[in-house]
């Protein structure tokens, strides 16, 4: 069983920054991929970003590279990402998820479990 909790999200403007936390529980955290995805109002849900068990590999959606970092602390069973020059085409609800291939980390096929997700708002 393992279970995920986001936190970090709220309102910020645009240009600005947040933190976004994933913290784990269960024994297999380091050895997972995790990813970040996000889902806007009528939107599907979107990739944003990946990062291998070890933390070597990141993998990030054009939309975001360049401005999202994501990284982990296997020490912590924690995710984060790191959101810098927010646009307001940023705002969804964003949530993680473990899964255990890197492969596919692109798609949410490839996680089985999610957490329930963090509002992130980029006012204009």
């Known amino acids: 069983q393992v279970q995920l909790v986001e936190s970090g999200g709220g309102l910020v403007q645009a240009g600005g920054s947040l933190r976004l936390s994933c913290a784990a529980s269960?024994?297999?955290?380091?050895?997972?991929?995790m990813g970040w995805f996000r889902q806007a109002p009528r939107k599907e849900r979107e990739f944003v970003g990946a990062i291998s068990s070890s933390g070597e590999r990141k993998d990030y959606a054009d939309s975001v590279k360049g401005r999202f970092t994501i990284s982990r602390d296997n020490t912590k069973n924690t995710v984060y990402l790191q959101m810098d020059s927010l646009k307001p085409e940023d705002t969804a609800t964003y949530y993680c998820?473990?899964?255990?291939?890197?492969?596919?980390?692109?798609?949410?096929?490839?996680?089985?479990?999610w957490g329930q997700g963090t509002q992130v708002t980029v006012s204009s």
């Open positions: 998820a473990t899964g255990p291939r890197y492969g596919m980390s692109r798609q949410r096929a490839g996680y089985n479990y």
């Open positions: 269960g024994r297999t955290f380091s050895s997972n991929t």
